[in-house]
């Protein structure tokens, strides 16, 4: 399901049928946790069973505290997973794998209720997730509509996944950043080792309110991390715009080519 530009730009949470909710988590609630834990919340949210069997494959770091038998368990899960067909592996979603590993399920479930905004568990008898409700009953939607949720959560965080054998679609470079900095296996990833410094997101927050004619250090904080890289979008666009508009004015425009619309062209697909 793809959101909405609408959608995507809002304050408001996104309602889902399981009775909970998607934030668009300012950068004051993404401060508050830290930056670094937001993106290792991102990198679970976009975690997929070829990263996942990545990052086992170094044994001796990952399984440095789990016990023999749990290590074993998911060793073998990951053998059996190899010998499968491509047909078969198809059947396989993330959390049939993931639900043995109570170590990478805490940490999701972490991530989750920072993203859904409440409290949650997940029960491996059931294979359910659990919304904990003050002084109500228990809420729970089952573990296949995980990948779903994640989904829509990216998009809300400025990333967009394809298909799986495509790159995902980012809203602008600093997106892009966060995504291959919060992968385990950032330095497989040759595009990512030169890129630029400026392109932190703490930098991104300190440029965007010293640039924007009414953001500042003061009320940036309040904006959706969304609305942060939209807005960031928009300078750089503008940016280009008055610099080509300036040019027509002195030069002219003899081969046609400057457009007068491209201060209000819709970024959202870009």
Not at 60 to 82: A, G, P
Not at 169 to 194: G, I, T
Not at 215 to 229: A, E, G, K, R, S
Not at 240 to 256: F, L, M, P, R
Request: aromatic residues 12%; glycine residues 2%; proline residues 2%.
């Amino acid at each position: 399901m793809k959101l909405d530009y609408g959608t995507l730009l809002s304050f408001d949470p996104l309602p889902l049928q399981c009775g909970c909710s998607i934030i668009s988590p300012t950068l004051k609630e993404i401060s508050k946790i830290g930056f670094q834990t937001y993106n290792s919340y991102l990198s679970l949210m976009i975690l997929n069973l070829d990263n996942y069997f990545q990052a086992i494959t170094n044994e001796s770091e990952y399984f440095s505290r789990y016990e023999k038998e749990e290590k074993d368990i998911i060793l073998k899960i990951k053998n059996d997973y190899n010998s499968l067909s491509d047909t078969e592996k198809e059947e396989i979603t993330l959390l049939d794998i993931l639900s043995f590993d109570k170590q990478m399920m805490k940490n999701i479930v972490e991530a989750l209720a920072f993203f859904l905004c409440c409290k949650l568990d997940y029960s491996f008898d059931n294979r359910v997730f659990i919304i904990k409700n003050n002084n109500q009953d228990d809420e729970a939607f089952p573990h296949y509509l995980y990948q779903s949720i994640a989904e829509l959560i990216l998009q809300r965080n400025g990333i967009t996944q394809k298909t799986k054998d495509e790159k995902p679609k980012f809203k602008n470079k600093l997106a892009e950043k966060l995504y291959y900095r919060s992968m385990q296996a950032e330095n497989n990833f040759d595009r990512v080792k030169n890129v630029d410094n400026n392109m932190e997101l703490a930098n991104i927050i300190s440029a965007v309110a010293a640039y924007h004619p009414s953001i500042n250090m003061i009320n940036i904080w309040d904006m959706t991390v969304y609305q942060l890289y939209d807005q960031f979008q928009r300078l750089q666009n503008n940016n280009v715009y008055k610099i080509q508009s300036i040019s027509v004015a002195t030069w002219g425009d003899e081969k046609n080519k400057f457009d007068a619309t491209q201060w209000f062209k819709n970024l959202n697909n870009q």
